[in-house]
């Protein structure tokens, strides 16, 4: 089933509600402009329909398959798997996931508690898929496929505010030795990369090796700790991967999706609840993800958190020629209890979300829920109250629903362009440097690079060592490493392929200090990159914020200082600590250049506000002819109050502009009004730019390759203007 147009969903579940209201609910999101709901893949799920082994309970879902038919709106139906019925515990009492401390994770909490090694979950998982693809294959109502609900284990924290480590029961522990014998081939192999430790174990037998109870943050195995991690990841691929089988081969006819639940504050990089996003968007059609930018104080305390996030979402699908969908965004005030809600989530908010969505590429935005659930009573919010009457959210979620109905075909059709600045992440590092304790380093300087780039207008994706590999990464004109501390051999000769070829290299301290196994590497930069870069790190001190001075500015540096010596000595030093040594040098390597900073800047610009990197990329990049290709020019900026987007259509262009002003900057709009220069870098003979929503012509004026015009953005507005 090909998608050919944006689509606008939200959750519902009809047994949350009285049945005599389901209609009055379908019959406002019809006029809404909602096209399709979600349903049965955590709530009315499998543990509401099968409550007892092979007694099930359809009925409901049948009424409610036949009712969305009334209303011409499509089902996205879960399959259940994340929320098994109480009786797989009663009859299988080893389901449970276990922790690292021997303990199953309780029932009655929150789902994702079953093991997915264990075989009679799977058998019964199967069972229960079969009987429900049987069942609603060929309702005319379906429209796709939810493979489980947030993929991955468990993030609710449990202990002291930390989440527990996952899972050891002997099904997964037998999984994961049978993992290392492909892996390793031999014990004398695994014996050799477990050899790091205070206690160097040599294991004898498959059977007595044990996964890690422990994070290497002190004297423990950093390579048992990856390994670990890196075959919990591929599990859950590989479960994802058999559920989207077991639909095949049933029905060929409606595409699988499956969500994700990342940058979550308790886990931001998915090393505990086991998530590779880049690999889980190859087993499913369409990749999903849930943003919820209202909680946790994000909008004020991290403004680039939305954008960070669908750039990342969309660098997972847009290399496999895939589209990807928000499947869960907020709805309505959000997160706490009695003392919440987190943010009391209005109609701009869900404008601004949505087109944000829209702006990065997404191709379905859904919210979780439509209306709210009188059982839970932490805020989630919803579109319409607790009696399904309309809200002033209603009107705000109308009014983005005419626009997705007029335009919903070119929206979709419409992508983004690849971006100016590939920032290079992996699974290993972020493994490695969340065992050590310091995923915060790589968090702060991965959120510092991005949010220099996004404030400049850069258009940013994120890359990995398999897109070097590859060669998909050579689309990209610079390639920025935050504490890119995990770099193996293989990995060094691509990125030294990709400077030879034309491409720039940013790398930061502690540059490939870590290789295969996680063990040291015998030189920093590692490998090719001391030749990339043209220097070598010969001492570093750590804890340290030194002083850099550049084009006669003093700026501030972070966490460490690299003393570095120049080979070759044509690699130019064009910024010095002060003591005179090297703290930023450029290097010419074959077509392409190696800049290399010897502290962190990325760091430095979210702790410190130091804008070496800032001006650094100006100096540098500029020179190349590497600038962004929609920018922004406004008044008393103070970040990026105003955050626009670029989609190119096969006859026309979108300009999406949104604006996240902070409480702390609140005379940014005078008037309730703030007037923007817009310049976008583009070739096609384009002459206006229409506001889609009111029908405002703005004329562009074109300036060599640039076109420019000025608009007016009202304060708590989206700005969606068709280029033609």
């Known amino acids: 089933m090909e998608q050919d147009r944006f689509i606008y969903a939200a959750g519902y579940y009809p047994l949350m509600h009285e049945k005599q209201d389901w209609e009055k609910d379908l019959k406002l999101m019809k006029q809404s402009g909602i096209q399709l709901i979600r349903t049965a893949e955590l709530f009315n799920t499998w543990d509401r329909i099968e409550p007892e082994k092979g007694k099930f309970n359809f009925q409901f879902l049948d009424d409610f398959f036949d009712l969305c038919v009334k209303y011409e709106l499509k089902i996205l139906l879960g399959t259940g798997t994340a929320s098994p019925p109480y009786w797989i515990h009663k009859e299988y009492p080893d389901a449970n996931i276990v922790n690292n401390h021997g303990e199953q994770y309780p029932n009655n909490v929150s789902y994702t508690w079953a093991c997915i090694d264990h075989k009679g979950y799977l058998e019964e998982s199967e069972r229960y898929i079969n009987a429900l693809i049987g069942r609603y294959k060929d309702h005319p109502a379906l429209y796709a496929y939810q493979i489980h609900n947030e993929i991955g284990f468990p993030f609710m924290p449990l202990k002291n505010g930390d989440i527990d ?65 890196l075959f919990s990841m591929q599990n859950y691929v590989d479960f994802v991967s058999w559920q989207d089988k077991l639909i095949k081969k049933m029905d060929s006819k409606h595409p699988t ?313 044509n690699t130019e030093v064009i910024a010095r600590f002060d003591d005179d040594t090297p703290a930023v040098t450029l290097n010419s390597y074959g077509k392409g250049y190696g800049l290399f900073f010897a502290t962190h800047p990325d760091g430095a610009y979210l702790e410190k506000q130091s804008y070496l990197l800032w001006d650094v990329v100006d100096s540098v990049l500029l020179k190349q002819g590497i600038e962004p290709k929609l920018s922004l020019d406004y008044a008393n900026r103070s970040c990026k109050e105003i955050d626009g987007h670029y989609l190119e259509g096969e006859k026309c262009g979108y300009v999406i502009i949104t604006n996240y002003v902070s409480e702390k900057h609140p005379n940014f709009f005078i008037n309730g009004k703030k007037n923007v220069r817009v310049a976008l870098k583009m070739n096609k003979d384009y002459s206006k730019a229409v506001n889609i929503v009111n029908g405002d012509v703005y004329q562009l004026i074109r300036e060599n390759e640039t076109l420019k015009w000025n608009i007016t953005i009202d304060k708590n507005e989206v700005l969606l203007l068709k280029i033609i």
């Open 257 to 569: 999706t499956t969500n994700i639940f990342f940058l979550k504050s308790q886990d931001p990089l998915g090393v505990l609840t086991a998530l590779d996003q880049f690999e889980m968007a190859k087993v499913v059609d369409y990749i999903g993800y849930d943003l919820y930018p209202g909680s946790g104080n994000k909008l004020e305390s991290t403004p680039e958190f939305s954008s960070m996030f669908l750039d990342m979402a969309r660098s997972t699908s847009k290399p496999l020629g895939k589209d990807y969908w928000l499947l869960e965004t907020e709805s309505g005030p959000i997160n706490g209890w009695v003392m919440g809600p987190s943010r009391n989530v209005k109609g701009f908010d869900l404008i601004r979300n949505v087109f944000e969505a829209v702006g990065h590429d997404a191709k379905l935005t859904l919210y979780q829920g439509w209306r709210e659930w009188d059982f839970q009573p932490l805020h989630w919010g919803a579109i319409v109250d607790l009696d399904g009457n309309p809200t002033e959210r209603t009107k705000a979620a109308e009014k983005i629903g005419s626009i997705l109905k007029e335009n919903g075909k070119e929206i979709f059709q419409a992508k983004n362009c690849v971006g100016e600045i590939g920032i290079l992440i992996s699974k290993e590092n972020s493994i490695v440097l969340n065992g050590m304790g310091q995923e915060k380093y790589l968090m702060d300087a991965m959120r510092g690079a991005y949010r220099v780039f996004w404030e400049k207008g850069y258009t940013v994706d994120f890359v990995t060592p398999e897109h070097l590999q590859n060669g998909y990464a050579n689309k990209y004109k610079v390639i920025y490493m935050p504490l890119m501390a995990v770099i193996d051999e293989e990995l060094s000769k691509n990125l030294d392929s990709y400077v030879k070829q034309g491409g720039m290299l940013i790398g930061t301290p502690r540059c490939g200090m870590l290789g295969k196994y996680g063990w040291y590497n015998h030189q920093i930069p590692c490998f090719n990159l001391s030749k990339v870069f043209g220097v070598k790190v010969e001492d570093t001190y750590a804890a340290t914020n030194p002083n850099v001075t550049f084009n006669h500015k003093n700026y501030c540096g972070c966490w460490h200082k690299e003393v570095i010596s120049i080979e070759p000595h």
């Open 165 to 229: 480590i996952y899972c050891y029961c002997q099904n997964t522990q037998n999984k994961f030795r049978s993992w290392l014998k492909d892996k390793y081939k031999s014990l004398d192999q695994l014996n050799y990369a477990y050899r790091w430790g205070a206690t160097n174990t040599c294991h004898t037998t498959w059977e007595e090796i044990e996964p890690p109870k422990t994070k290497p943050t002190s004297w423990s195995s950093v390579t048992r700790w990856l390994d670990w991690r």
